[in-house]
């Protein structure tokens, strides 16, 4: 009997043909962009935890990735399945580089986009879109992380100016911000602000130290005193729900993105194991790598199904946010899961950069954290599922 030719992950459910000509074009050219120009820096990037943040937002940018699911104001206006998957290809290249598109299209320039002014969306979204502006979002403070609630940041008014006074915390693309959406308690509830990087009293540095998302930037943005006239002020944003929703939106290139890390690890071990030898056998004939490598090809598939579902529901204006957190839990957890069973396979060679494998396992610790850790999202469908909700 002849062996049969190997079927390459993606293959195995036949996923594509859910997808449109114009989805499989844009993945497609995502990824060859990911092959040829990030792919050969990216382990260099991560040892280093250095990487050339504003060149690569104005290729990203030039590309259309940048708010690609906004539309107007310089925005490409795809659907979320478009968007989702030219997530997936940038994560499949390194979870750093996703999180710099996600937070500046999905968190920034959604915030501006859902609600800001006229004049705000005309100043920023042009120059965002094209790469050419950086921005970030400010919810999570050294005691609010889980619970935005707990924000200590303050908004006060004086004349017609707002004064911001805290501190905001693991913020991406930070120090490398033109613009801050800062979100602010003020005396008619949550707020979110324009702060643009130059403005008197605002600083932003660098989180050190970091084992994961080292091609990313994690910053601490310091507010002293830092006055803004009244118009810095996101005019159709009012209580917690407004950042809630821009994390929500942001959701959707996690539950892609993350495969893309686990689609990686896994094209990389599947052709580790078949040249590897050991035993006097290629690594890839024994059944319990067999094993690994099925059920991890499985989670994948059914992610990958899971997130096109959600892709859909989200383009028909359908999306619930428990699904939202479901679709969140259940792939970053399960990429996460293919990550540390791939670095097995690879023994020593996966604790190394010479392959990707483990760096996409420490990126996704970090995923499984941020934009709602995996137990408040296990929280927000357990209410869903008992009506009872079980946070406090
Ligand atoms: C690399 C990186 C980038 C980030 N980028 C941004 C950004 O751009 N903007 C931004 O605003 N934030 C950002 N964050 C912050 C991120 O969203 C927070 O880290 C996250 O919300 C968790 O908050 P915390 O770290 O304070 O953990 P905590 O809230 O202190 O939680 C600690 C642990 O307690 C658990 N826990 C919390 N509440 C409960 C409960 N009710 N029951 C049981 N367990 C509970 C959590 O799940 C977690 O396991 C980033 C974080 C990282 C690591």
Redesign the pocket.
């Known amino acids: 009997m002849n062996t049969p030719q190997p079927v390459h992950p993606s293959a195995l459910f036949a996923v594509d043909g859910l997808l449109t000509d114009e989805e499989r074009e844009i993945r497609q050219t995502v990824r060859r962009m990911c092959d040829d120009e990030l792919r050969p820096h990216l382990a260099g990037w991560f040892d280093k935890g250095r990487f050339p943040a504003r060149e690569l937002a104005r290729r990203f940018g030039s590309m259309g990735l940048l708010g690609m699911h906004l539309k107007g104001h310089g925005c490409a206006g795809l659907g979320a399945v478009a968007y989702g998957l030219a997530c997936l290809e940038l994560e499949a290249a390194d979870s750093g580089l996703r999180?710099l598109v996600s937070?500046q299209g999905s968190?920034a320039m959604y915030a501006i986009w859902r609600y800001g002014s006229e004049e705000q969306k005309r100043e920023w979204l042009p120059p965002m879109a094209a790469g050419e502006r950086i921005g970030?979002?400010?919810?999570?403070?050294?005691?609010?992380?889980?619970?935005?609630a707990g924000m200590r940041t303050r908004a006060r008014r004086d004349g017609g100016d707002w004064v911001l006074d805290g501190t905001?915390?693991?913020?991406?693309?930070?120090a490398i911000a033109d613009v801050a959406v800062v979100?602010a308690r003020t005396d008619d509830g949550i707020r979110g602000f324009l702060v643009p990087a130059t403005t008197p009293g605002f600083t932003a540095h660098d989180?050190g130290g970091?084992l994961?998302?080292r091609a990313?930037v994690?910053s601490e943005l310091i507010l002293d005193g830092v006055r803004l006239p009244a118009d810095a002020a996101l005019p159709d944003a009012l209580g917690l729900a407004g950042?809630l929703q821009c994390?929500s939106e942001a959701r959707l290139g996690i539950i892609f993105g993350s495969l893309g890390a686990a689609l990686d690890c896994l094209e990389t071990t599947i052709a580790y194991a078949l040249e590897r030898e050991i035993f006097g056998r290629r690594l890839a004939s024994f059944q319990l790598t067999q094993e690994k490598l099925a059920d991890a090809a499985l989670e994948l598939g059914k992610g990958l199904l899971l997130a096109i579902h959600l892709g859909r529901l989200k383009e028909s204006g359908a999306l619930s946010p428990e699904q939202v957190s479901a679709g969140k839990l259940n792939n970053v957890r399960e990429a996460l899961t293919i990550a540390r069973t791939c670095r097995t396979v690879l023994g020593a060679n996966g604790i190394t950069l010479e392959y990707p494998v483990m760096r996409h396992m420490a990126n996704l610790e970090?995923v499984l954290?941020?934009?709602?850790?995996?137990?408040?999202h296990t929280?927000v469908v357990g209410r869903a599922l008992t009506g009872l909700q079980?946070?406090?």
Request: charged fraction near 20%; include cysteine.
């Open positions: 999180s937070v968190l970030c979002f400010g919810l999570t403070e050294p005691d609010a992380g889980s619970d935005p905001k915390m693991w913020i991406t693309n930070g979100w989180v970091k994961s998302l990313s994690t950042p994390l970090s954290t941020y934009e709602g850790t995996s137990e408040i929280l079980a946070f406090r």
